[in-house]
Every structure is written in structure tokens, then in C-alpha cells.
């Protein structure tokens, strides 16, 4: 059903953005920072964040909505990066390396999160939102009770002082950087991690051409809808689960990139906050849990990151106080994603009535 | 069952590959600690004393390392070669010796400077 | 206690069928806690005290997860919107210095209107979003909290006991019921037996009080309209029924549940967490309700009462128990896996009368 192109419709189907735009007019003003220093951090932001946010398109395009359980992507990559500080890799080979251990993690745990999901269908957020909170769990107890004692570390440095468990942060050293500073290039005094977004642009190269392959293909066919891709001969459990294994992966290496651009590990708490603010971005650029675009995931990170470098500043000129800006940033944060998901309800519920509404016309 | 057979060759042959181009890469980007000392070395017969005028010249800097000191080297890489340049006090002559270390997985070498001058076979001081 | 899901003791095999192995299993598991309890140097009646305290603390919280679940709306993971008129409740209750059971009472008083209040609205919101209630719930939830995080640090509080030292305003984070209304519930008529064993009567009277208010009102005229709208929407519209009057009811119960739950709850832990705290506190809950049988559209009160149980039980004895023989603290990861791997079980399993 083609709706006329029109002012209204193009508003209400970017409302979101349109929102935060305006959000972003008023508050960007109102933090006092220099648009230099905001382009500065949002290049650095994009570079680092994007193919977290990518990750999240394949499971979208499946009909599996967002994809909490790319947090164990995450986790798989935080894995690999833990064990290469161990082994004392630096440089590239080390990012190189990390990604190679954390790819048959990260392929089994997406595995175990999309046969799970296979069991949930029709509640697939919620459980994968769930299923990130398990595997923080079974993370946990690998991170803080197996390594160094059943699992050798050998580098003291890493483990916490009574002996055995990973410590709670870590700095990279040798690591810190590594992609980024590849080649960059100095534009208008701002240093542009050339590599990083070449890295970047290969995933979204390879995303689009994903979804021209039969398998792509399949997977947005039991997107639309699952009964007629089953009838259709398609494997649907399979390529469900092929879904989630390719976001887990883009996001094992997503948080690669991002790790090694910040240059220290919060062990247990880097990868929580990965899927909320993930998905809050992939949200604010305008996608639904049915539809992502490429376009969704830059605008988003863009816009979500200046909400946030913006709030503290904002918060704390307009009321005051800077923890107040804090708890600011926290509400906004959650609000946008209740928001959408608010608004995309009511969308739907808008547009099945005047379905219903043209149906019954028809009718008579 | 060819193709099946196939494609499982494939795979096994694509994770060798993988796991073989983990050590390359970590051998290549593994990194090492050196620590290179001035003092009296003693082995078997020969004594050698600590050296004067020493600087190393393989680091981003020279670094120079009077008697009885000790300085770490950080280096990246399979092997690494250590260069020591060494100025006679009352000559004001300098040689240089170079001196290549493999390292491969090793990450924590204890090495004697007098020794490596001296030509000796192993100056190593810990293993 | 209310045991619809008991069938008569010779048919052995469908009591399994009915009450799920994994039910059994943990129950079994939980047995086995208390006989290797003592072996370790772990004291029963301590151990079995803290269960009970527990049961009585968390139960009403549980209980709030029944009416939404019945009124087909999933799972109530805003839970937090009725914790929060909890938190203004007992907040306001101890800045006017009312102390006691009378302290209590008033919490209960000023936190249940607006619990009303925000359960209409959450309502409305829930009446929006239907198929995807608990992702929003979620959301919802976790903004009001951070909202009111803002707020706890400008609302006009006093009481010198409450707000931060050196600027005078500002609530603190954690503020004591010491000397308020601490352990209120569970010393009444509490029975205590030698130097160990402790039994909150109050806290459980209050618990059975409240069950059987729910109970009871799913007998009326309005409860069984309300579970006929969460297992056969059109039929409940066909007789007249109005679905999202029916859903903004149970939203509002299961809200003024929640903050009821959470003035308990708080009474028993003697402490009462602002800010970030109340962000993960459905968890628990969903995952009790869910342990205990429930499904994502139907739960009773036996699921309630059995579920608290076992979960309680289960939290406070692996910690003991495990900590005591490996000597390590793994309290909260095993608390994490065991939570999250009940709800995830629930979330899998084909409930009857599927929703969408």
C-alpha cells in the first residue's frame, strides 16, 4: 500500500530524528561547547561506535527485531582482547588476533542466542534483552573465577590481588589507538582515523551486498513473514540463527574497534552499556525494530552522541548542576528508545486503522 | 558425499589457516621486555668488567648506561637487533657492536652488555 | 495457599507434568541446600530465618506481576512505576518523622494514590503499544527511574536524616529506616525459637492478606473479565467487554501492588535505595513468578507463593552453601544466572492461549 509522498507522511515517518534534531538545536547551544570541539568528538564517536550500531541491520532485516544479544558479541571480543594483553601481542597483530580468538566465540555464542530466540518467536527483544543478562552472568563467572585459576594467565598484572579473576580495568598500551592512527589524516587541525572508517565502510559494503545474496534474500523473506518463506522452502530456523551469528560477529569486532579506540577495558561493565546505547542510537536515527537502514545507523550515532556529550554541559547550565546533567543524559537515554518504541506502536495502530478503514470502504 | 567432503576440507583447511595466521600475527606483533645490564660478568674462567662510555643506540634515543646499570628495552617484533656503541675513555675511539636477539614467544629477556661486547657465547644472565 | 495446580496424590506422574520439572528439579536442589548446609558449618534455623524474611519482603512485588500477566499484557517490567510511589511514599512518611507501624501505614497511604495515578498512565501506555508491552515496560520503567533520579536531588525533602549533609538539599541515596519504621511488619508477633530462628510473622499475615485480596478479586465480576481478556480478547469484546479498560485496570493493580511491595519490602531490608536503585528491581520478581510456574498470559497465586519460595531459597542458600565450600563469593553471579535463566526458560516455553 503506496502511501502519497507528502510533508506530513515524511514527518511522521522520521519523527524521531526530526525530534532529536530539534532537542540537538536547543541543547547544543545551551552546553556552551565549541562546534569545533563537537565536531572533534563526534568523528572520534562515529569512528569508534558505528559497526557496533551495523550490527544490529541483519537481525532487523530477519524480523527479529533489535538485537540485545549482539552484548555478547561484545563479550566474545572483550574476551579476545583479554587474552591477547595476556600473551603480550600489541600493535595491529593484536587487534588481528583478538578478532580471530573472539570469531569462534563470538559464532557460538550467536548460535546458542538465536536458537534460543528460535524458542521465543514473537518475543524475540525481550529474550534476547534477557539473554544478554544471562550471558553477563556465565561472562562474570568466566572472567572473575576461571581465569587465573582454571584458566592460566600468565600476566600478573591483569589479575585482581587476591590472586585469580581478571582485574576490573585495564589499559591497553600498546594497543591504544592502533587502527585509528594507521593513517590519519589532519583536517582543519582535527586528526580523522582514515583506516578505522575504511573498516567501517567494509562492513557496510558488505551488508549491502549481503542482502543481495540468496541468503540475504531468504532472510528478508522470512523477515516480511515467516509462514510463506517456510512454504517457500526456505530453512527458516537456519537462516534465523545465521542472522543473529553475523550480528554477534559484526559486533565482537564493532567492540574491537571501539575498545581499542578508548584504550582501557572496563572488564565488567564495558559491554553493558553496548546494547542500550546501541540500540538507543540505532533508534534515534529513524529505524523501527522491523527496519534499519545504513542511513539509521550513522544518523543515529551522530545524533545519539551529541545528545550525549550535550547533556552533562546542558543539564548543568539550564539547572545548576552537573549531576543533574548526569541523570539527564541517563533519562533521555532510556526515554528516546520508550519513546520510539512508543511511537512506532502507535504508528502501526494508526495505519491498521486506516487499513481497516480502506478495507471497509472498498467493500461497499 | 564429494561435495560434502569438500566443503568440510575446505573448512578444516580454512581454520588451519586461521590458526596458523594467529601465530604469524602474534609472533609479529608480540611484544618484548629487555633488560640489559652493565655489570661485572662472570663465567666460566673469563671476568668481565663493566664497560665505560657504553650507549645503546638501537633505542628511539641513545641511552647511555654508566657501570652497574641496567636499562629495559621494549620491542616489538620475532627479533630485534641491539646496537652498542662504546667510547674508550682515553682514546675517544668508538666501535659498535651489533648484536641480534630472537626472540620468538619469549617476552622476558635478562641480558648482560659486557658479555655481548666481550663476544661471549651466552650472555644471558637468566633464563 | 491456593493449590489449583495440586492433583490428587495417586496420579504421580501428571503432578510432574503439571508442575514442570524444572520446578522440581530446583525444588529438589534447594532440599539438597539445607541437608549439606549443615555439613559446612551453616546454621538451619539462620539459613531457614533469612528465607522467610525474604519470602516476606519480596512476595508482594510477585504478586504484582498477576494481574497484568492474567489481563494478556506480559510480564510488568515497569515494575519500577510503582516502586517509585513506594519510594514517595515512605520518603514523605519519614520527612513528617511519623515513626512505627503508624510511619508505615501513612507510606502506604500517600504511595497508593499516586501509584493510581502513574498506573493510569502507564496504562494508557501499555494500550498503545500491545504485542510489545514488555520491551516498552522496560524502557518505561528505566525512564521514570532515571527521571526521578533528577528529582530526588530538587524535591523540597527537609528532614535533615534524609537529605545530604553540607548543602541541605538533595535526598541521599541510601537512607536508613533506623529509628522509622525498620522491621515493623516482621517483628509483629514475630516467634522466635532459641537463638536462631526467627518466623516475621507480620510481614506474612500482610502477604497472605494481600493474596487473598487478589484472589478474591479475580473472583469478581471484574477479575473474571479481566482474565477472559488476556486468554480470548474477542470473546471478551463480544460480550461487551471493553479490552483496554480491562488492561489500564490491571496495569493500575499490578502498579499499587508494586508500590504496596516495595513500602514492604523496604521495611524488612531497612534501607531505602533512591536514585539508580529501583532500575533492575523487576527482575527478581518476574523471574519468581515465572519459577513458579507462570506463563507470560497466565499465573496464580500458587505461582506466586511457590515461586518466592523457591526463588528465595534458592538465593539464599547457593551463595551460603557454595561460599562455604569453595570459600569464594559467587553470590551475585550465581543470583544473575539463576534469575535470568528462569525468566529465559519462561520466555521459551509455549504458554497456553499465545498472544499476536
Known sequence: ?364 | MNVKLRRNLLRVALCLIAVAGGFLLSLVGMYHSIILDNSEFSSAGAVLPPLEGLRVLSEAEPVEMSPDDRILVSTKGPSTTLVFEITSPETQQSREISYTLHMGFKKQFFLSVPAIVGGGKNPFLVE | MKNEDRKPKGRVGEFIANFGWPRIIIAIFLLLLFVIAPFIGIDIGTSLSDMLVRVGMNGILVLAMVPMIQSGCGLNFGLPLGIIAGLVGAVTSMEQNWQGLFGFGMALLLAIPLAVVLGIIYGYFINMAKGDEMMIGTYVGFSIVAFMSMMWLRLPYKNPLLVWGFSGTGLRTTISLNGFWMKVLDNFLAIRIGAHFFFPTGSFIFFALCCVLVWAFFKTKTGIAMSAVGSNPQFARAHGVSVDRMRIISVVISTVLGAVGMVVYEQSYGFIQLYMGPLYMAFPAVAAILLGGATINSATISNVVIGTFLFQGILTMTPSVINGMLKTDMAEVIRILVSNGMILYALTRKGKGMPK
Open chain 1, 1 to 364: 500500500m503506496k502511501q502519497k509522498y507528502s510533508f506530513k507522511g515524511a514527518l511522521i515517518s522520521n519523527l524521531v530524528p526530526i525530534v532529536f534534531l530539534a532537542f540537538a538545536a536547543f541543547a547544543v547551544p545551551m552546553s556552551g561547547l565549541s562546534i569545533q570541539y563537537l565536531l572533534e568528538e563526534m568523528i572520534t564517536r562515529l569512528a569508534r561506535d558505528s559497526l557496533l550500531v551495523l550490527s544490529l541491520i541483519i537481525p532487523v532485516l530477519a524480523g527479529m527485531g533489535l538485537n540485545f544479544g549482539m552484548v555478547l558479541g561484545a563479550m566474545a571480543g572483550q574476551i579476545g582482547l583479554v587474552l591477547v594483553v595476556d600473551w603480550g601481542i600489541g600493535g595491529m597483530p593484536a587487534l588481528l588476533v583478538a578478532a580471530l580468538v573472539g570469531t569462534p566465540i563470538s559464532i557460538g555464542l550467536g548460535y546458542f542466542c538465536g536458537y534460543i530466540l528460535n524458542l521465543a518467536k514473537g518475543r524475540e527483544m525481550v529474550t534476547s534483552y534477557i539473554i544478554g543478562f544471562f550471558m553477563n552472568g556465565a561472562y562474570q563467572f568466566l572472567l572473575l573465577y576461571c581465569m587465573g585459576s582454571i584458566i592460566p594467565i600468565s600476566n600478573p598484572e591483569l589479575l585482581l590481588s587476591r590472586g585469580y579473576g581478571i582485574r576490573n580495568s585495564m589499559d591497553l598500551p600498546n594497543i591504544r589507538q592502533v587502527l585509528d592512527r594507521l593513517v590519519s589524516v589532519n583536517i582543519f587541525g582535527m586528526n580523522i582515523p582514515i583506516v578505522t572508517f575504511a573498516v567501517i565502510a567494509a562492513f557496510c559494503v558488505f551488508i549491502v551486498w549481503f542482502k543481495g545474496t540468496k541468503i540475504g534474500q531468504d532472510m528478508r523473506a522470512v523477515g516480511r513473514n515467516r509462514a510463506v518463506a517456510n512454504g517457500a522452502g526456505i530453512p527458516v530456523e537456519k537462516t534465523r540463527i545465521m542472522a543473529i551469528i553475523i550480528s554477534t560477529l559484526i559486533a565482537c569486532y564493532g567492540q574491537i574497534v571501539s575498545l581499542q579506540n578508548l584504550g582501557t577495558i572496563n572488564t565488567y561493565n564495558s559491554h553493558e552499556q553496548v546494547g542500550i546505547f546501541s540500540i538507543a542510537a540505532l533508534l534515534v536515527g529513524g529505524a523501527t525494530a522491523e527496519n534499519a537502514s545504513i542511513v539509521n545507523v550513522f544518523l543515529g550515532v551522530f545524533l545519539f552522541h551529541l545528545m550525549f556529550v550535550v547533556s552533562p554541559m546542558a543539564g548543568k547550565n539550564l539547572l545548576g548542576d552537573a549531576q543533574l546533567g548526569e541523570y539527564f543524559r541517563v533519562f533521555v537515554s532510556y526515554g528516546i528508545i520508550a519513546v520510539s518504541l512508543l511511537l512506532h506502536a502507535w504508528k502501526k495502530r494508526h495505519e491498521m486503522l486506516e487499513r481497516r478503514l480502506l478495507e471497509n470502504s472498498v467493500k461497499e
